[in-house]
């Protein structure tokens, strides 16, 4: 067991660093405050393979362990969650077409998302279907050699300013089963997006509903077969789950770092706040959960990148543990700024905006508790 990264993981780390510093951290604030989407920063991330780090080399993408991947995503979010979020999302897109796209498809469709000059959305979730997502009613009905699709989708992240549209829709029976899987470009007639949402954080990216009218895609736009969407949107999600995690440690050591910081310059009592020893154990504390957070990150990395029996549950622990983990060390940073981490000239109330999110989305935290009792109960075998 080696717990030390490879030279390369470490080289892809200064990558993420070094892009995050010039392309993102001067204009992060501005982005949250103006919700601005900043398309190009996709584009030039996409120049060093961060649009596709883990989709198939002849879609154009790195194909890169999982767990290098979320090296990527943690540095970025160290910074601005919210935008490094999105490249997570079109990443979990870009990999599933990069996997089970029709060749035609996968050839005009993959090296475009995995370079990041055409962006991609994740249609999963509806108006009523939540957590109870395999409930979804969009339908594709089969017509000669195209599909026309009706429907709506709810919360879809970079709807109206993304290039194509990965959306689960109904072809067969109620339940999982039924459920198949499409490439749609996003300007494709009968496609509407309402308004976007007016949300608490990930304010650099645009989330709302979108509906189909009548929508026809040829059939070659299909994922794999008919009846296996649902197995994929699910697969996607173990990948993203670990990549929303990554999110979530990143932001916390964002906040971390910028508290121990104020801690050695903040004086009250004529001492410097770090001194008081109830604001060190505090800091301590949140070192402990983010040290734990990260090593269960990587570990379920791993596990998904090894094709692991428990490698779902992993995922699903880790997702739950390290977004719970990471919003309670932003909060505790956040404390320790006292009223000054209240404003938004320090970066702590963003951080915390943008990591609540995580605990939801992705499926929320009690949904992830649902998959680790259920693979304890139904199985009866012990998780390893
Ligand atoms: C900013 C944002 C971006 C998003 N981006 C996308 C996207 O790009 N694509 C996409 O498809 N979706 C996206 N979503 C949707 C997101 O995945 C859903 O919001 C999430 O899965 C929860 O569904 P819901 O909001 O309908 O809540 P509900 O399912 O209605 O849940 C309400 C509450 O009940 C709890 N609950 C539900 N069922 C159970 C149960 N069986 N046991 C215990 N508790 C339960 C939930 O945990 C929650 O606390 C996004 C959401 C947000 C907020």
């Not at 998302?113 to 962006?119: A, D, E, P």
Request: proline residues 3%; hydrophobic residues 40%; glycine residues 10%.
């Amino acid at each position: 067991m080696d717990f030390e990264l490879s030279e390369d993981q470490r080289a892809i780390q200064q990558a993420a660093r070094d892009f995050t510093n010039t392309e993102m951290a001067p204009h992060a604030a501005q982005w949250d405050a103006e919700s601005i989407f900043p398309k190009e920063v996709f584009g030039k991330g996409g120049e060093l393979g961060f649009c596709g780090l883990y989709a198939a080399e002849d879609a154009g993408g790195l194909a890169l362990p999982r767990l290098d991947a979320t090296l990527v995503f943690e540095e970025m979010s160290r910074v601005d969650p919210s935008t490094a979020a999105f490249f997570t999302i079109h990443n979990m897109a870009a990999w599933m077409v990069s996997l089970w796209a029709s060749p035609a498809v996968k050839a005009h469709w993959g090296p475009l998302l995995s370079s990041g000059r055409k962006l991609a959305s994740y249609c999963l979730t509806e108006p009523g279907a939540g957590s109870d997502a395999a409930s979804l009613k969009t339908r594709a009905r089969r017509d000669g050699d195209h599909y026309v699709i009706n429907g709506a989708k709810a919360f879809i992240s970079g709807a109206g300013s993304t290039d194509a549209l990965v959306v689960m829709a109904r072809t067969g029976g109620d339940g999982a089963k039924g459920i198949s899987a499409f490439v749609v470009p996003a300007d494709t007639p009968g496609i509407a997006y309402a308004r976007k949402e007016d949300k608490m954080g990930w304010r650099s990216q645009p989330t709302g509903g979108i509906s189909f009218d009548d929508v026809r895609v040829p059939a070659d736009h299909r994922l794999g077969e008919e009846g296996e969407g649902f197995k994929f949107a699910m697969k996607g999600l173990d990948g993203g789950r670990i990549n929303i995690a990554a999110c979530s440690v990143g932001a916390a050591q964002g906040a971390l770092d910028a508290a121990r910081a104020y801690m050695g310059e903040r004086r009250q009592f004529g001492r410097k706040i770090g001194d008081f020893q109830a604001l060190q154990f505090k800091l301590a504390d949140m070192q402990i959960q983010l040290t734990a957070a990260r090593q269960m990150v990587r570990l379920a990395a791993s596990r998904l990148d090894a094709g692991h029996r428990d490698a779902t549950t992993y995922c699903a622990m880790a997702k739950a543990f390290a977004t719970d983990a990471g919003f309670c060390i932003i909060n505790d940073a956040l404390q320790l700024h006292g009223g000054y981490g209240y404003i938004r000239e320090y970066p702590i109330e963003r951080l915390l905006r943008d990591a609540r999110v995580h605990q939801i989305l992705e499926g929320t935290n009690e949904i992830m508790r649902v998959l680790v009792s259920r693979a304890l109960l139904k199985t009866n075998e012990e998780i390893r």
